[in-house]
């Protein structure tokens, strides 16, 4: 099998609630790479590797899990909340998915989704805040911070386990696949073991925890997260809008490159649409020839698909192309009653009180 079909196949086996027999020769890997990821840990408790400090307070919306599980809708909705506290958040991001991001670059909204990532093009358009990029992310924070001094907190978009930057809260978000089997890397699909849950400072499950069938610790305060939406907009002109009504009748197409295509499809089917899927991976660079089977009908998408769908399409295409944009709703879970919400809990931390 090529390479790529294995990365396509492996995430398919680890979100499955067993360990399958098809993974059991990667354990071995799998336990190499926990002592790996304990001793990398160790190493920086120690200060045998040394992390760093922004002047300002540092928010991690990160997960334990590989591929999409929703922060980048947590994380705007994290920055509208805290604008509307009196807070001057700004982002930084990894830039996954873009070319040429080793070193900082500042993100702007007509930046090109090849050269930033699709994520933190996303946020630059969304978030009205700053946005910058880099794989070392503290190099993206000093540069960020030294062109917009007036920030005084940081949300950083993943980088859970980028123990270089020091932080004050962090975030873990899980979706409807929860854990999968458990296992890590390249067994199953998790970056560090789900004990790291107990170091932080809430969980936020996309979709809703009761969904969930493994059971993770929940030691700490939990959250149940919803993504709505409603009105499409036109990938050709974002002032164009129109409801699923507009849609019924259609021959539809949908599109979704995120780490669980299955959650847009679900949205969709919920607003009564009937449409032919088409899963591509996480971040998948779009190709002209990848949507040459949307040429008879209305292709729909996610935000995170529409930055990069939009540079290889054609205008005939894209004039029959609409946009689904979410709006994040968190909650307290049901388990977590008498907590505070997620923002108060966020704001207590930032403004240096103990939580009751």
């Known amino acids: 099998m ?47 590797l040394r992390s760093h400090s922004l002047k ?33 958040p700004g982002i930084i991001s990894r830039g996954y998915g873009g070319h040429g991001v080793a070193d900082v670059r500042v993100v702007s909204t007509n930046a090109a989704a090849a050269e930033v990532g699709d994520e933190p093009l996303l946020l630059a358009r969304r978030s009205g805040v700053p ?21 005084d907190v940081i949300v950083s978009d993943d980088g859970l386990q980028h123990y270089r930057l020091q932080r004050l809260i962090e975030l873990v978000v899980f979706d409807g696949r929860g854990a999968g089997n458990g296992r ?61 009504d507009t849609l019924r009748g259609k021959k539809l197409y949908a599109i979704a490159g995120i780490g669980d295509p299955a959650r847009f499809f679900a949205q969709l089917s919920k ?36 930055v990069k769908c939009a540079a290889v399409m054609s205008v005939e295409m894209s004039t029959n192309a609409w946009v689904l944009p979410v709006e994040a709703e968190v909650f307290t879970a049901s388990q977590t009653g008498g907590n505070p919400g997620l923002l108060e809990l966020i704001l207590e931390k930032l403004n240096g009180r103990t939580l009751a």
């Open 2 to 48: 090529a390479l790529s079909g294995v990365r396509q196949r492996l995430p398919k086996l680890w979100f499955q609630h067993r360990l399958v027999p098809a993974l059991w020769p990667l354990l071995p890997v799998s336990w190499f790479f926990l002592l790996l990821v304990v001793l990398r840990r160790h190493f920086y408790r120690l200060g045998l």
């Open 56 to 88: 300002v307070p540092v928010v991690v919306v990160g997960n334990l899990t590989v591929g999409g599980s929703g922060k980048t809708p947590l994380v705007i909705w994290l920055v509208e909340r805290l604008r509307e506290q009196g807070w001057r």
């Open 131 to 151: 946005v910058f990029v880099g794989r070392d992310r503290v190099a993206a924070g000093l540069a960020l911070l030294a062109a917009h001094p007036e920030c």
């Open 184 to 244: 890590l890397l390249p067994a199953g699909p998790l970056r560090e073991p789900l004990r790291r849950l107990a170091g932080v400072n809430a969980v936020v499950w996309n979709g809703g925890w009761q969904a969930q069938t493994r059971s993770v610790p929940l030691a700490v305060p939990v959250f149940d997260m919803f993504l709505n939406g409603r009105r499409f907009f036109g990938l050709a002109d974002h002032h164009l809008c129109c409801d699923a």
């Open 271 to 306: 607003l009564g649409l009937v449409f032919e899927a088409h899963s591509f991976p996480d971040h998948h660079a779009y190709t002209s020839a990848d949507l040459a089977f949307a040429r008879d009908g209305v292709l729909l998408m996610t935000e995170k698909d529409a």
